[in-house]
């Protein structure tokens, strides 16, 4: 099959996902609670009182998984570790079990010719050391680092690829400034610091990775939306910076340039602390080689991952505190079920932003997907034409960065499976496979389908 976009020989075809949402079984074999597990256990915290106390029970049926990913054809796998399950109390001794369940997933992933990637940390922090004060104590950066160094030392060898914590901002803001997400915090006093200590967290598990003699490459995740003006007013321009500076700047310019946007001591006002300049030089030398130096020497960030759903649509509101800006859905716009607007040459233009903002570092795209309604399967397979079109139009778009010069790397489907989408549970579905909490049959959709042909034509 001729592809109109075709890709570079060695390009990475993956699908990810991450412990919460699909394992099941959270204390299972020892295994700690989250902040997760408590949060979903809190009436009207999530949609329908969901939990992921089943989810896809993939920590149950992971050898039939990793045989669906090998028939798809997908080159990697991108998952992530629950942190309760390697070290129940967050931090001390070590669970055995816990620990042998990603070991015997990787292996199974290596068997069948599939490269691991692995987040160490998708939001689901430890309740004992949320206890401790979680993300805003200043001993978490060491903590995480810790408990990275049990993971480098016990799978880097099979290991190629490694995101030390997926989405910061995520953890941030809905986490701990309008909490919506866990731990549902509500502070803009708390919000900077706990920011600032995932960054200190980063740096530490990249530097420990590197004092280890980790041979492969290590980065961030984080999600990036463009932000246009709604109209060409102003201050719609003006709020539009604002919330770029707030949603896209926030991480990369410590971790690549070393300092804050000056927006964000504007946006926080009292609420904005003075950071050491020492804290911000530690995060910085996570990416120096990168910019200047060989790939792998220092502390140095290997790479960025990019989750892109969709851009930002802005108008300024000034009762819309603390940014005084608005995200707002355009009209007639193709939208898919969490309300976001479809818009594939968002994906081009902030892949685009990092070559020419950053340095064009390695880039993967960790994250990339769309939730529709589907219907239900017809002859064993789900018809999801949207799905189809939505990922069509994104690699195209993806492909037209590569063209213009991008350090793109892979790409990763958002995601292999329907799964728990945080506060709304079960009632939006990502995957290319249909998975149904109560008879947990996997079904695959006519994206799978779509995508297994992406793979072998390496091309769209
Ligand atoms: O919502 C879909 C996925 C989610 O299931 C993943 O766990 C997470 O990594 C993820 N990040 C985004 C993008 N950004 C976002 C912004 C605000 C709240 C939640 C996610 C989408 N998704």
Same mark, same amino acid.
């Not at 992933?109 to 160490?120: D, F, Q, S, V």
């Not at 206890?131 to 680092?145: E, M």
């Not at 690549?256 to 926080?268: N, W």
């Given at each position: ?118 987040? *160490? #940390?998708?939001?689901?922090? !430890? =309740?004992? $050391?949320?206890?401790?004060? /979680?993300?805003?104590? &200043? ?115 410590? *971790? #690549?340039?070393?300092?804050? !946007? =000056?927006? $964000?001591?504007?946006?926080? /006002?009292?609420?904005? &602390? ?122 195209? =778009? ?63």
């Amino acid at each position: 099959m001729t592809s109109e976009a075709a890709f570079p020989a060695n390009f990475l075809w993956g699908a990810a996902t991450s412990a919460y949402q699909i394992e099941g079984q959270p204390l299972a074999d020892g295994a700690g609670p989250s902040i997760w597990h408590r949060f979903a256990h809190t009436p009207g915290r999530v949609a329908n009182g969901d939990t992921g106390d089943l989810a896809c029970d993939h920590y149950r049926r992971f050898e039939e998984d990793v045989a669906l990913m090998a028939d798809l054809g997908l080159g990697a796998y991108r998952f992530s570790v629950a942190w309760g399950r390697v070290l129940p109390e967050g931090r001390g001794s070590v669970n055995a079990k816990g620990l042998d369940f990603y070991r015997r997933l990787v292996d199974a992933l290596l068997e069948r010719g599939i490269a691991p990637m692995i987040t *160490l #940390y998708h939001w689901d922090l !430890p =309740a004992a $050391l949320h206890d401790r004060g /979680g993300w805003l104590n &200043p001993d978490s950066p060491a903590w995480f680092a810790d408990y990275a160094q049990v993971l480098f030392r016990a799978l880097d060898d099979r290991v190629p690829l490694w995101v030390t914590i997926n989405e910061p901002w995520v953890v941030t803001v809905p986490g701990y400034l309008d909490g919506e997400l866990a731990p549902g915090h509500r502070d803009p006093f708390e919000a900077p610091r706990v920011a600032h200590h995932l960054l200190l967290a980063h740096a530490e598990a990249v530097a420990a990775y590197r004092s280890l003699g980790g041979r492969h490459r290590i980065g961030l995740a984080v999600n990036l939306e463009p932000q246009h003006p709604a109209s060409p007013t102003p201050e719609n321009q003006a709020a539009a910076r604002r919330r770029d500076a707030f949603i896209n700047r926030w991480f990369l310019d410590p *971790l #690549y340039l070393g300092r804050y !946007p =000056a927006e $964000l001591a504007t946006i926080f /006002g009292a609420a904005w &602390p003075e950071f050491a300049d020492a804290d911000l030089a530690r995060i910085r030398s996570t990416s120096d080689s990168v910019l200047g130096g060989s790939l792998g020497t220092g502390c140095a960030t290997d790479f960025i991952g990019v989750n892109y759903y969709s851009r930002g649509l802005v108008r300024a509101d000034p009762n819309t505190q603390p940014l005084g800006a608005i995200r707002i859905s355009p009209e007639n716009a193709p939208r898919t079920t969490m309300g976001w607007e479809v818009y594939p040459p968002g994906l081009t233009e902030t892949l685009l932003w990092i070559k020419e903002h950053y340095g064009n570092p390695p880039t993967y795209i960790t994250e990339n997907g769309a939730a529709f309604d589907d219907p239900p399967p017809a002859d064993g397979l789900v018809p999801d034409p949207e799905r189809v079109d939505y990922l069509r139009a994104h690699l195209r =778009a993806a492909h037209a960065a590569l063209e213009q010069g991008a350090d793109l790397r892979g790409y990763f489907v958002w995601s292999l499976f329907d799964n728990f989408e945080w506060a709304q549970g079960y009632s939006q579905r990502f995957g290319l496979i249909r998975v149904d909490p109560p008879n947990q049959a996997r079904i695959l959709k006519a994206s799978a389908r779509f995508y297994q042909n992406v793979i072998r034509a390496n091309g769209v």
